[in-house]
């Protein structure tokens, strides 16, 4: 069974950055086929897609943070990055990392929740102005 471990956030000022570290262990993940996506949350509102990356090496990402944040990835340790720059209050959240196994990012659904069959335990990301 996939697993999903996700860390690096805490508290960053506004216009700051951080990076946020996803590492994918266990039985069932096929590196050559898979879409990793970025997800956030805050109280009372629905998950928000914000990037992905597929193992073709294809992205993609929300209009909300377009230029601010990257998704990638270690190819050599299947640990998956977001890299968040210019940061503000708004994008304060939990962040999630997610893996849809044996198949590709595409545009239409890469922030669709339902989409991901296996998840990670969330990391709080904190911005302060």
């Known amino acids: 069974q996939v697993q999903l471990s996700e860390s690096g956030g805490g508290s960053v000022q506004a216009g700051g950055s951080t990076r946020l570290s996803c590492a994918v262990s266990?039985?069932?993940?096929?590196?050559?086929?898979?879409?990793m996506g970025w997800f956030r949350q805050t109280p009372g509102k629905e998950r928000e897609g914000v990037a992905s990356i597929d193992s073709d090496g294809d992205t993609y990402t929300a209009n909300s943070v377009k230029g601010r944040f990257v998704p990638s990835r270690d190819n050599t340790k299947n640990i998956f990055y977001l890299l968040m720059n210019n940061l503000e209050p708004e994008d304060s959240a939990m962040y999630y990392c997610?893996?849809?196994?044996?198949?590709?990012?595409?545009?239409?659904?890469?922030?669709?929740?339902?989409?991901?069959?296996?998840w990670g335990q969330g990391t709080q990301v904190t911005v302060s102005s």
């Open positions: 997610a893996a849809r196994i044996e198949a590709r990012c595409f545009r239409h659904d890469y922030a669709r929740p339902q989409e991901y069959s296996a």
């Open positions: 266990g039985a069932g993940f096929n590196e050559n086929w898979f879409c």
